[in-house]
């Protein structure tokens, strides 16, 4: 059974900074693309960040230069360091397990069940 678990998801003030964790289990870890997502009150779910086995990342232009996706292909676990957050990353969190850097949901087939990001101004 595959399972996909976030955590680190908090509230924080504009000018902070979080870590999010996603732990992955039942699946050959290495062998996908793996994504963060998230989904605010109101609007499309929208893809953030996205990285392979190899470490090569993207990023959606919104989080460019603030947020930093890694992977561990040891510990099956991957992670989002968040900084300088801005009341607009104020969302669920999802991570995914798919086929693609392309930061769009049809490429991923395994998802988790999100963690919430709040931050005031």
């Known amino acids: 059974q595959v399972q996909l678990v976030e955590s680190g998801g908090g509230s924080v003030q504009a000018g902070g900074s979080l870590r999010l964790a996603c732990a992955v289990s039942?699946?050959?870890?290495?062998?996908?693309?793996m994504g963060w997502f998230r989904q605010a009150p109101g609007k499309e779910r929208e893809g953030v960040a996205s990285v392979i086995s190899n470490g090569r990342t993207n990023y959606a232009d919104s989080v460019k230069g603030r947020f930093t996706i890694s992977r561990d292909n040891a510990k099956n676990t991957l992670y989002l360091q968040m900084n300088n957050l801005k009341p607009d990353d104020t969302a669920m969190y999802y991570c995914?397990?798919?086929?693609?850097?392309?930061?769009?949901?049809?490429?991923?087939?395994?998802w988790g069940q999100g963690t919430q990001v709040t931050v005031s101004s």
């Open positions: 995914a397990a798919g086929e693609s850097l392309l930061l769009r949901e049809g490429w991923y087939n395994y």
């Open positions: 039942g699946l050959t870890y290495s062998s996908y693309c």
